[in-house]
T-cell receptor, first 115, second 113 residues
Framework: DVKVTQSSRYLVKRTGEKVFLECVQD?????MFWYRQDPGLGLRLIYF???????EKGDIPEGYSVSREKKERFSLILESASTNQTSMYLC??????????????FGNGTRLTVT | AQSVTQPDIHITVSEGASLELRCNYS??????LFWYVQSPGQGLQLLLK??????LVQGIKGFEAEFKRSQSSFNLRKPSVHWSDAAEYFC???????????FGKGTKLSVIP
């Protein structure tokens, strides 16, 4: 079974802090994603990566950056956390969709509170 | 641009009753369609997917969904709901050949014993 592990379930940070959210997958997947989930808004794509050192902006990249130095690890960075970034953050991974049987596999999420 | 609409924010059904969760999409061609379920405090789990072929797809946990091109819909169904089905359900779409998903806003399902 694919395992996507997010390092923290709950995180509390102060406004202005630099925050790192870590995600590791164990299936050698090429593609990794960061979503944020807010009540009534569903999941919105922040950034994704289809290879090491490659990244693409999603729908809401402002205030975030990412890092992918190794294939299995995809980090989300909040350069200067703000209260409007309080949210649930979900990491996911998949093989290329050309391999039609491969869906997104999600981690359990990190609930970030910025005070 | 593609979009996914789940018209029902919250649905309550009695245990043993049938269930249908609605999903409508907007996309110029035939998309890849997915249903995911999220139990409280958990990540999302894939229930089923449609890429092509038979328009009625079977998934895990007794769920099925039917793709209707004429109605741009991909509704999720279950003939008899169990209390453990209480969760939030998300419909999602990917452009053919793409791995980027667009999600609906979700439907929360409550089950009355």
């Amino acid at each position: 079974d694919v395992k996507v592990t997010q390092s923290s379930r709950y995180l509390v940070k102060r406004t202005g802090e630099k925050v790192f959210l870590e995600c590791v997958q164990d299936m050698d997947h090429e593609n990794m994603f960061w979503y944020r989930q807010d009540p009534g808004l569903g999941l919105r794509l922040i950034y994704f990566s289809y290879d090491v050192k490659m990244k693409e902006k999603g729908d809401i990249p402002e205030g975030y950056s990412v890092s992918r130095e190794k294939k299995e690890r995809f980090s989300l960075i909040l350069e200067s956390a703000s209260t409007n970034q309080t949210s649930m953050y979900l990491c996911a991974s998949t093989s290329p969709i050309g391999n039609l049987g491969s869906p997104l596999h999600f981690g359990n999420g990190t609930r970030l509170t910025v005070t | 641009a593609q979009s996914v609409t789940q018209p029902d924010i919250h649905i309550t059904v009695s245990e043993g009753a049938s269930l249908e969760l609605r999903c409508n999409y907007s996309y110029g061609a035939t998309p890849y369609l997915f249903w995911y379920v999220q139990s409280p405090g958990q990540g999302l789990q894939l229930l089923l997917k449609y890429f092509s072929g038979d328009t009625l797809v079977q998934g895990i946990k007794g769920f099925e969904a039917e793709f209707k091109r004429s109605q741009s819909s991909f509704n999720l169904r279950k003939p008899s709901v169990h209390w453990s089905d209480a969760a939030e359900y998300f419909c999602a779409l990917a452009r053919a050949g793409s791995y980027q998903l667009t999600f609906g806003k979700g439907t929360k399902l409550s089950v009355i014993p």
